[in-house]
DNA sequence: AGCCAGGGCGCTC
DNA sequence: GAGCGCCATGGC
């Protein structure tokens, strides 16, 4: 893998759906691919070191030029500071069934239950790799669950938005090259509105544009633009445009995590 | 016990 | 089209 700017540990544990599919033994991050294992690590010096590197460019999108971004991001000095403190999180990119699926369970969730109901989906439908290894669950194999199985894997309420989701995707080409015709696509499945559409366009189809806006989001935006007032989405999406631009999503990336991260601590 | 979590649905008005 | 209660589950 190319030498580039990242913070392996960092990213993989942001909440981002890597975060809820990858697992650590020892020093390495592993998850199942194509059927076979992908290990990625990070020595002393900062090197990356993976078995499957074409894998790990698309997941950390090596296209990306962080320092580039950076400078354009830096717009003020909470940002420098987040940037300063979250130095090499990178904006991640998934399968778009994965990410769907993750964030099909994200709606009134939280980070450490979203990642066990993942894992406990991925143990019941996916496929046995290793001992203890298994690869994300097929479209069809959600598409054909039952709703009172899928909710053997804690899934709660979101047990008929998977399968209905799921269902869409098998009957339909999402390959999409606009951000406008994947969010139609999106609004249109049971259980995913404007915040998770934002997501499945960012960190599935990697549109960085995107912006969604989560609690933590928001609050970010409230207490650093606009002086912890009461702020309609609207008004937050219009500063982060004109903040940020088309780099909106890596943006909300570091706002998300920096206010997610030290929640009690303010 | 009650509130909150990377929200959205279905119902009011 | 905006506002509100509700939705499983688990942590604090």
Redesign the pocket.
Same mark, same amino acid.
């Given at each position: 893998m190319k030498k580039f700017i990242l913070d392996l540990n960092l990213t993989l544990l942001?909440?981002?759906p890597p975060h809820f599919v990858w697992s650590r033994e020892g020093e390495k991050f592993i998850r199942a691919w194509n059927g076979k294992i992908v290990e990625v690590s990070q020595n002393e010096k900062g090197e990356i070191i993976s078995n499957n590197k074409k894998f790990c460019d698309f997941t950390f999108r090596a296209q990306d030029d962080l320092k580039k971004i950076y400078k354009k991001i830096s717009t003020d000095s909470f940002m420098e500071k987040a940037i300063k403190d979250y130095y090499g999180l990178r904006l991640t990119q998934s399968d778009v069934w994965e990410t769907t699926c993750c964030?099909v369970l &994200? &709606?009134?969730? &939280?980070?450490?239950?979203?990642r =066990?109901s993942t894992q406990l989906l991925m143990q019941k439908y996916g496929e046995k790799i290793e001992s203890n290894l298994y690869s994300f669950p097929s479209i069809e194999s959600i598409a054909k669950a039952k709703e009172s199985e899928l =909710?053997k894997c804690?899934v709660?309420?979101r047990a008929p938005?998977l399968k209905h989701t799921a269902r869409q995707l098998l009957e339909n080409d999402f390959s999409f090259s606009k951000k406008g015709d994947a969010k139609c696509f999106f609004l249109n499945?049971?259980?995913?509105?404007? =915040?998770?559409?934002e997501?499945i366009s960012l960190f599935g189809y990697g549109f960085l544009d995107s912006f969604?806006i989560?609690?933590?989001?928001k609050r970010a935006m409230q207490q650093v633009y606009f002086n912890g007032r009461e702020t309609k989405n609207e008004k937050i999406i219009e500063k982060a445009n004109e903040l940020w631009g088309d780099l909106k999503g890596y943006a909300?990336?570091y706002l998300?995590y920096e206010f997610?991260s030290k =929640?009690g601590k303010r």
């Open positions: 942001s909440g981002q964030f &994200s &709606s009134n969730n &939280s980070i450490p239950n979203i =066990k =909710k804690k709660g309420f938005y499945c049971l259980g995913i509105g404007e =915040k998770i559409s997501c969604p989560d609690v933590w989001v909300q990336q998300f997610m =929640k």
